[in-house]
């Protein structure tokens, strides 16, 4: 069973600032992390090896700063680890980057299964893993929540609207998985070292075959502007009575708890 | 150039129709409508500003459950004929999936989840998208054509119905492959009778609800508040303590009462993101630092389970 985990390294999400005078995210800086279902993927990836046996491979398109954090997954159980990467990385788009990705998989040889997190924490798209199905030519489901791999192929079960759906696949297959089908495992101490010492192979679009011309991003990002919230943040830190006493005050002084509701 | 529509829903289809009826003349071009064999009255998209609206027919299309590969395959074999400059899908999870294998079938640009699209005359087309876990707004200019957009339901309003009958609907045979995910089962999903999106009052609550059958104290909140009660991700999705109908969320349901209470809410963007539309918004969580109190007009600093009985004896000497 030959397995490849397609990660990505984002900014963490929950560490974005808006500027206060732009209103724009403050992005430099930030700190980096694996983005959350990515490493869903590789804990479904393990579990799988775990049960049929083979290899299973991280593969990962990012800016350079991306290979520190790749380690997480090395630490989890990830074999082997490929950094494809470009100078120009933060200009590129998705079909870009699923050109590099679907030309890295390709590289890898014969592979059976391809699964990713459902989306990234930071665009929280979706369109990576259905997009390289697409590119490589294999059919492909997307948020899943149980997974069943045999020999031949998978079982995959998703949610649709009110509906569940139960499908069959054949390998190679793509498979994109929600939060909730596993508890990602936490590397041990020992599994941390010798992930740091564990090579990543790095690739960049000359090495995969890759045209400059195919890099010619489709999309550009024409302006990032924050959401701001302007609420009253009136607190009580009173003891729970008196506190309970001037929130439920503050309440009826807006008219939402009027007696008259029921 | 033409502007290619398909959903598998209708409303959203004539939605899309709008959009396509007001880029066509820019890029000068016609608005074809891709209707989906399961979904009832295609001659309806006429009316609704499609020049051709074409039905797919394949042995392939057979059964319950429309593969998702399938209908990129016939949305590229349409996209090798007619050349549009612009796909428009419904962004349903299942729309979002064809577009984007479509995008990687023809290796173009694609945005999901677009809460606008617009085309200026010199046929610059811009999106914009929710970014940053909700908190941004991503602004995104299509440098090439042709582009795969999805839009979500209700986004762009459309047009009244013609009073003219429009065309025939085309059927048209796709040579298709034959596909090699096969559905297996489709079971509807338990259902729970809860209605958030249409609340006046939500009461949610997070992981500072320590077990299961403390649920019961939020909930009897919700019910002294003639509220609904929702929760967080971990609430539903991990620890499975209420159904789905439950999760309020960017990618649960999308709130906007009058009144939000969050207890035991941190305050994850994501959460927040579901919630921040609406009206008045009260926190209660004994760390004053949780980021939920920046997104809060009043908020308690205390632990819920000494702060929500207080309240509730609050409620009963107001009544």
Redesign the interface.
């Known amino acids: 069973m030959e397995t490849v985990v397609v990660a990505k390294v984002t900014?963490d999400?929950?560490a974005?600032k808006?500027d206060a005078d732009t209103s724009?995210?403050i992005l430099k800086g930030v700190p980096l992390k694996v983005s959350d279902f990515d490493k869903n993927a590789m804990e479904e990836a393990l579990r799988t090896k775990a049960k049929l046996g083979g290899k299973v491979r991280v593969v990962t398109a990012g800016p350079p700063e991306a290979r520190d954090k790749l380690r997480e997954l090395i630490a989890m159980g990830a074999e082997e680890a490929y950094l494809v990467t470009d100078a120009r990385f933060s200009e590129l788009?998705?079909?870009a980057v699923?050109?590099l990705l679907?030309a890295a998989i390709r590289k890898l040889g014969k592979i059976d299964l391809v699964l990713a997190g459902e989306a990234s924490?930071?665009?929280?798209?979706?369109?990576?893993?259905?997009?390289?199905?697409?590119?490589?030519g294999?059919?492909?489901?997307?948020?899943v929540r149980k997974l069943t791999p045999d020999k031949e192929g998978l079982?995959a079960e998703r949610?649709?609207?009110?509906?569940?759906?139960?499908?069959?696949?054949?390998y190679p297959?793509l498979v994109t998985l929600?939060?909730?089908i596993n508890?990602p495992r936490l590397p041990n101490m020992m599994q941390i070292i010798g992930a740091s010492k564990k090579p990543i192979t790095e690739w960049r679009a000359d090495t995969l075959g890759v045209a400059p011309a195919?890099l010619?991003?489709?999309?550009?990002?024409?302006?990032?502007?924050?959401?701001v919230?302007k609420?009253?943040?009136?607190?009580?830190?009173d003891?729970?009575?008196e506190?309970?006493?001037k929130?439920?005050e503050?309440?009826?002084g807006?008219g939402?708890?009027g007696?008259g509701?029921? | 150039m033409t502007v290619l529509v398909f959903s598998e829903q209708v409303p959203t289809g004539n939605e899309l129709l709008a959009k396509a009826r007001e880029m066509a003349p820019v890029l000068g071009g016609q608005v074809i409508a891709l209707a989906y064999p399961g979904s009832p009255g295609p001659e309806g998209f006429y009316k609704r500003g499609a020049d051709r609206v074409i039905v797919p027919e394949s042995p392939h299309l057979a059964g319950d459950v429309p593969l998702a590969e399938n209908y990129s395959a016939i949305l590229h074999q349409l996209c090798e004929e007619h050349k549009p400059s612009v796909v428009l899908v419904g962004s349903t999870r299942w729309g979002k999936e064809v577009a984007a294998r479509l995008a990687g079938l023809l290796g173009c640009g694609c945005a999901l989840d677009c809460t606008s699209v617009s085309l200026d005359a010199g046929k610059t087309l811009t999106v914009e998208r929710l970014v940053l876990g909700g908190n941004a707004m991503s602004s995104e200019q299509m440098a090439k054509l042709p582009a795969v957009l999805t839009v979500p339901a209700k986004v762009i309003p459309c047009l009244p119905e013609a009073a003219s009958p429009g065309g025939q609907v085309e059927r048209k045979s796709f040579e298709l492959a034959p596909p090699r995910a096969a559905s297996l089962k489709v079971t509807p999903r338990e259902v729970s009778g809860v209605k958030l999106d249409t609340a006046q009052v939500v009461v949610s609550m997070g992981r500072g609800v320590k077990a299961k059958e403390d649920i019961r104290i939020i909930s009897e909140l919700a019910r002294a508040l003639n509220g609904e009660l929702g929760c967080t991700r971990p609430i539903a999705a991990d620890l499975k303590w209420l159904p789905k109908e439950h999760w309020v969320g960017l990618s649960g349901t999308k709130v906007k009462p009058r009144v939000y209470v969050a207890v035991g809410i941190s305050g994850q963007i994501q959460h927040i993101a579901g919630m921040r539309d609406s009206a008045l918004i009260v926190a209660i969580n004994k760390d004053k630092d949780a980021p939920i109190f920046k997104a809060a007009d009043f908020g308690i600093i205390g632990d819920l389970y000494k702060v929500v009985p207080e309240i509730m004896n609050q409620l009963k000497t107001c009544k």
């Not at chain 1, 949610?159 to 054949?170: A, F, Q, S, T």
């Open positions: 900014v999400v929950q974005v808006m724009e995210p788009d998705y079909a699923g050109k679907a924490i930071d665009q929280y798209s979706g369109q990576m893993g259905p997009r390289l199905a697409g590119a490589l294999v059919p492909s489901v997307s948020y079982v949610e649709m609207g009110d509906l569940v759906e139960e499908y069959r696949l054949p297959a929600t939060k909730e508890e195919e010619e991003p489709a999309v550009r990002l024409a302006g990032l502007r924050g959401i919230m609420r009253r943040n009136v607190l009580f830190a003891e729970p009575p506190a309970a006493r929130l439920v503050a309440l009826r807006e939402v708890l007696g509701q029921k």
